[in-house]
């Protein structure tokens, strides 16, 4: 298997671009990854596009085909990957597979979407198609009320109070706060969080992210690109794993509400490919969709014992300067969840901080860094680990 880089990363700023449409926010994304990459587009020989709305609420299927087009690269093999929320980070488990595999030589790994030009209502009912529909989704269930059944069975289990966590949240914001491309620049405290507008209990404001839309973009290559990109000073991350697992996507059918069977298990398959421990990792960008999302995932990544991963947030060491610092520039809570290109915004951030450019967001010292996307309400987890290089 080859070895796999990433060589440069473009994205736009998470926002609202109703005017737009999915494929003209690819394609920004992909043109700033080419420029930044400084590579002749012919040498890209596939672009792998992560979407998950885009034909329910744009009307528009080959996704990948148009962003291709709009990015100049009319001639590439090109790919929609569609795993829900998760979409983006399929979308990069395309890429790495084909570099690694030599099947390509160069390749564009893309996340897209668009969501408020559609109605709430619209938009809730296209989210909710990522559940399991005939008993969830179809029957009026949300990814609001589904993670309301996780936060609660939690709570309940281990006799914790909502305000444990309060500091996720917090965290996020003030992270999202000094990132440019992060939607939210708003910083709450604890009596902000605690009075947030009640959802569907215990679940409030500010445990959930806002609708977006956005558009982010990586380039992958093998080694020898790699070495001869970085002899021109350019900055390069390499790609220490990727793994993808499942777990029952209907919540009722798992052996428990309180574990992240896919995290734990994508995880650990994730820490055998890179040969590291969860000690050895610098930082984490979590799908923190909702804050029960954070604290599953910190106890199924192995940071904290079940039943105690809001401990880590009460103790603050999920902060940048924290013993592991977590969504680094805002998560999904703050930087924003335009669905299927959360998990290429995810990697750009990863890159970012391994090439010391991540400004006021900056995780002193980083080297190592995991990135987890989910599909569902952690229904499919896709791990991947960077190192600097």
């Not at 939607?183 to 679940?203: C, V």
Request: hydrophobic share 45%.
């Amino acid at each position: 298997m080859d070895e796999v880089y990433i060589i440069a990363a473009g994205h736009i700023p998470v926002g609202k671009y109703p005017e737009s449409n999915p494929a003209k926010l690819g394609g920004e994304a992909v043109v700033n990854a080419l420029a930044n990459a400084d590579i002749a587009p012919e040498m890209i020989g596939a672009l792998y596009a992560g979407n998950m709305l885009s034909g329910i609420l744009s009307d528009q299927q080959l996704l990948a085909t148009l962003i291709a087009n709009n990015a100049g690269l009319t001639t590439c093999e090109a790919i929609t990957a569609e795993g829900a929320c998760g979409s983006g980070a399929a979308a990069m488990r395309l890429g790495v597979m084909a570099v690694a595999s030599g099947c390509h030589k160069a390749v564009v790994v893309c996340g897209a979407e668009q969501m408020t030009h559609k109605d709430h209502a619209a938009v809730t009912h296209g989210l909710a198609t990522g559940s399991h529909w005939p008993s969830e989704g179809g029957e009026g269930k949300t990814f609001i009320s589904l993670n309301a059944a996780l936060m609660q069975a939690y709570m309940s289990a281990y006799d914790i109070e909502h305000e444990a966590f309060a500091n996720f949240s917090i965290s996020a914001h003030a992270n999202g706060y000094n990132s440019p491309h992060a939607m939210l620049h708003k910083l709450i405290d604890k009596e902000t969080y605690i009075n947030g507008r009640e959802l569907t209990a215990p679940i409030t404001l500010f445990d959930a992210p806002p609708i977006c839309d956005g558009a982010a973009a990586l380039i992958l290559v093998n080694k020898d690109i790699a070495m001869a990109a970085r002899a021109t000073g350019q900055p390069i991350v390499k790609v220490l794993a990727s793994s993808a697992s499942t777990d029952k996507l209907a919540i009722k059918e798992r052996e428990s509400l309180l574990e992240l069977k896919a995290s734990r298990i994508g995880g650990q398959m994730a820490y055998q490919q890179a040969g590291i421990t969860p000690a050895d990792l610098d930082f984490l960008e979590l799908h923190d969709a909702y804050t029960i999302m954070n604290t599953l995932s910190l106890e199924a990544l192995g940071f904290a014992d079940r039943g105690h991963g809001t401990e880590l947030a009460v103790n603050e060491q999920i902060t940048l300067n924290g013993e592991i610092p977590i969504s680094t520039f805002g998560g999904l809570k703050s930087r924003g969840h335009p669905v299927g290109a959360t998990g290429v915004y995810q990697l750009v951030e990863c890159f970012l901080q391994l090439t010391d450019r991540a400004g006021e967001n900056q995780v002193k010292g980083a080297e190592v860094g995991l990135a987890q996307s989910f599909g569902g309400a952690a229904s499919s987890a896709f791990t991947h680990i960077l190192a600097a290089a």
